[in-house]
């Protein structure tokens, strides 16, 4: 069962996340280091393009992989892929590092502070290696118009709301409605083209 | 009420978390009712935006923080590998029971600190309070006694005598100043009858108007005074003569008796 929820498609391969994470499950550490050394660019990129800051950054990843040693059989892995979810917790924790930052103390529902649910792959989506994936989101960003790209940026990377980012860039706040989903909708599309 | 159709929308911003309050709350009470097409928009939707986290360039973090990433899983790891219960004995070590001990008899001297501070505090508050009212009255007697001191070095202050009802008796002295006031000194001085005082009357030169009530003199036991009186009731161009007089305890508005003690203004 288990291991069902980490193949996909006729292939039905087991990807190397799965058995790392079955591994870590046994509270095996060589797993867990293993499952940094993947990872750990990635989010630690992530990390530093939201914080913008390294020391703080490193704390945040530290933070992500210490919660994925504790908790891992809180990951709902029938649910969907490993690396969205380990995105979606490193992107909150750094967002509530911001908001803590700058004072602002709001949270929101959709970025809690425990782990977040899994992100399901779509019907479309084929299991493509972390490398690929990266390529294809990148080659599509700069598709984007630039008033669409800064705003889905504003939002993914700095957690700003609508309103926040219509007074950021001092636009009408349907059009920063109108860049953000256009925006979203044409990466879709786009990620929909090259699968 | 929005249909799915308005709902869909939202759903993109949703999953970016750039919603604004009431638009979110909205989307999730729809959300809330089960609609499953939307449930499924909303998945499709989160795993859109999971995939941005590509559109960050990857950077390798340091070394360091994989050592201490490890060096605290290897070491929680091993914790966990060690069996928690000993045969016949606490499953709590005696250290941390010492650690506990400590730590409770740290928690009640830093109470009983705290509280000592607090009233050594309190106590200086008190004695800084006190120390500024004794300053602020002996400035005012500083004060005064600079002003006396004016009047009677001053050479334009006028002498007035006093002398009294009794020529064997003690004489007053008298110096005004046009500006700065009235200074009256005397010596050996009887005290007044039991619950009676001396009073200063300023004598006006217009007729028939009456006699100016001022301030009360107490001689010290030696029958000494200096008294200064800063704001005469009438200029020294009106007054005609200064007298003094005993009156009944707390003074009077006009003078029961006769002067004890009167001298004319030149």
Redesign the interface.
Known sequence: MFLAAFTSGSAREVSPDATLLLRLLQ?D?SA??QL?DRH???V???V???LQQ?PT??EV??DV??QL??NADQYDSSR?PFV??L??M??NRA?DHLRLKSERQRR????PDELPSA????DY?KILDEKR??E???AL?PSLSPQQKKA??L???E?????E?AAALKEPLGTV?SW??NG??R??EG?QATT | MKNCGQFRDLIEAYALGALDPEERAALEAHLSTGCADCAKVVEEARWLVSQLAYAAPEVAPSDMLKGRLMQTVRGEAQSEAKPHVIRGKSTIPLWVWAGIAALLLFSIYSTWNMRRLQDEIRQANERAATLLQERQKTEQQLALAKREAMILMDPTSVKIALKGSDVQGPQLEAKWHSEWGVVIMGENIPMPSPHHVLQLWFIPKKAGAMPMPSMMIRPDANGKFVLLVSNPPESMDATKALAISEEPEGGSPWPNNPPRYSGGVS
């Open positions: 509270r550490v867990f280091e940094y750990s660019r990635l630690y990129g992530l530093l393009r939201i390294a950054s490193e990843v530290q992989f210490l040693w504790r969907g969205p979810w995105c979606t490193a992107r967002l929101r529902e959709d970025l992100v399901v792959a779509p989506e994936r990266a294809r989101v990148r960003m889905i940026e939002a993914y990377f957690g700003l709301s609508h309103s980012i409605k953000i989903r979203l909708l990466l879709k990620l």
